[in-house]
């Protein structure tokens, strides 16, 4: 079994990872030198854990430059964020409610993941073979489950509309694949500010904010992150299978087996992180080893591909199996970040919605996708959804894999280079805007304070 990236054309198949590559450098460089990327040749996943749960690793976005960045994609303002904001009383108001809108019981987060997945899938023809994106395909869903979590009610197709049209616009532009486009986002505001006000959101929105604060920490968390992250993970998975026959058999055979979903769901996140990194800035000395320390004000970026490739054997394979030997919490996997820093408040809801979704799609459909599979899939994953019970010609089924196969590789290609346009535009525009200095200069206040030294 292969999970590395498979070449799209014996001569192009490098031209994501140079995109790649070149993006991890530009988040390293956009910092100066104060940066430090761990883990690293010197300083190993015990060193990366050990600062990533250390106490002064709590500023989130006052001093590092690629929080210009980030506040760009994904605001692209300083409008409230939660994951933008600095620890102290207004985060933990907003951490709050994020939880307990988050709170469901399990059974009924799952069935509505499945209802919301179900209405997509009843759009996709049953009678012959359809060839989507899969995150084009759930991302209505998504869209959909979320504004259910907010509104308790279900969701008009315009809401959707807005939705899926802002969440598309923000993982496009963090992806460099699109330009931001603000009409979009401006409309989603527009129509939250308006249900906010009325009241109609059932849930009390942190009392910190203002108005058009808690519009905008509703838009960025279940809105965009919410609906971006989930349907990022549907992607992976589903693509995870359909290159994976083997897996994915065993997965339709029993599809309540709920112990093998989750191997399947590890795997798929150990090997495909959604973070590549996340940034912290230091507000204290934190020590190295027993020579060096990393002084207040560092920018430390903690790769999350870097460490879920250590401490495993063949670790760039996609091997669901070697969970049955190990256990997630020992391994080095933290797929929703570590528990001692702010850690995604959807931990515990993402498997299990994400399980729902994968039962409801593999019960209807087989998927076969020849498309490459990297942690950023650009491509959206392409991918092929056989009928169950459909007695599909094998000679059509060949045809149509080598006509993907052979569309997927020039559009590599011609992404890589759109990628390498759009994102030195839009980096040098947020390097002008500076979004995230510009706010920490107006309010000096928001800073995070310095912590004290440990002991
Ligand atoms: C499979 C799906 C998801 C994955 C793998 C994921 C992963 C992550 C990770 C790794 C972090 C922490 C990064 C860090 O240390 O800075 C994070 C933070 C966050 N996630 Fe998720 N996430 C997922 C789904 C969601 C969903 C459904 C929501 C909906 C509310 C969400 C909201 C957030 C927020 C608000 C933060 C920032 C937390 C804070 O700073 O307090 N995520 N997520």
């Known amino acids: 079994m292969s999970g590395g990236p498979r070449p799209a054309t014996a001569d192009t198949w490098w031209l994501p990872r140079g995109v790649v590559a070149l993006r991890e450098r530009i988040f390293e460089k956009v910092n100066g030198d104060r940066t430090l990327t761990l883990p690293n040749a010197t300083y190993g996943p015990e060193v990366f854990e050990r600062v990533y749960a250390h106490p002064a690793a709590n500023g989130r976005s006052a001093g590092a430059g690629l929080s210009d960045l980030f506040w760009y994609w994904l605001a692209p303002g300083p409008e409230v964020h939660q994951e933008h904001l600095e620890p102290g009383e207004r985060y933990e108001d907003v951490a709050a409610v994020t939880r307990r809108i988050l709170a469901g019981s399990s059974a009924g987060l799952a069935a509505a993941a499945g209802r919301a997945v179900g209405r997509v899938l009843d759009t996709v023809p049953d009678t012959r073979i359809s060839l989507v994106r899969l995150r084009d395909l759930v991302m209505p869903a998504w869209a959909e489950f979320c504004y259910e979590l907010v509104f308790e009610e279900p969701c008009p197709p315009h809401a959707r509309d807005l939705i899926t049209g802002h969440a598309e616009d923000v993982i496009s532009a963090l992806k460099c694949t699109g330009l931001r486009h603000m009409k979009r986002r401006a409309r989603l505001t527009a129509y939250l500010r308006e249900r906010v006000a009325a009241g109609d959101v059932p849930h009390e929105l942190p009392a910190s904010l203002s108005l058009p604060e808690q519009v905008h920490y509703l838009q960025g968390t279940f809105f965009n992150t919410a609906v971006v992250q989930l349907s990022e993970a549907t992607a992976h998975v589903l693509l995870a299978l359909a290159r994976h026959p083997e897996v994915q058999q065993r997965v339709s055979a029993s599809p309540d087996d709920d112990r093998y979903l989750t191997h399947v769901l590890d795997e798929t996140m150990r090997l495909y992180p959604l ?181």
């Open 275 to 455: 973070f590549g990194i996340a940034h912290r800035i230091t507000t204290g000395d934190i020590p190295l080893d027993e020579d060096t320390v990393l002084p207040a004000g560092s920018v430390v970026c903690f790769s999350y591909p870097g460490y879920h490739a250590t401490g495993y054997d063949r670790p760039e394979e996609f091997d669901p199996h070697r969970w049955e030997a190990l256990s997630a919490k020992d391994a080095h996997h933290i797929p929703f970040g570590v528990a001692a820093n702010r850690p995604c408040p959807a931990w515990r809801l993402s498997p299990l919605v994400l399980r729902a979704a994968v039962r409801e799609v593999v019960r209807r459909f087989r998927l076969d996708s020849t498309a490459s599979h990297t942690r950023s899939i650009p491509h959206r994953a392409p991918c092929l959804l056989i009928p169950r019970g459909l007695s599909c010609e094998p000679r059509r089924l060949q045809a149509l894999r080598s006509f993907v196969r052979v569309r997927d590789g020039v559009e590599d290609v011609t992404r890589g280079v759109r990628q390498l346009v759009l994102g030195t535009v839009m980096v040098l525009h947020a390097r002008r805007q500076r979004p995230a200095v510009r706010y920490f200069e107006e309010h000096p206040a928001g800073r995070c304070p310095v912590a004290r030294p440990e002991g």
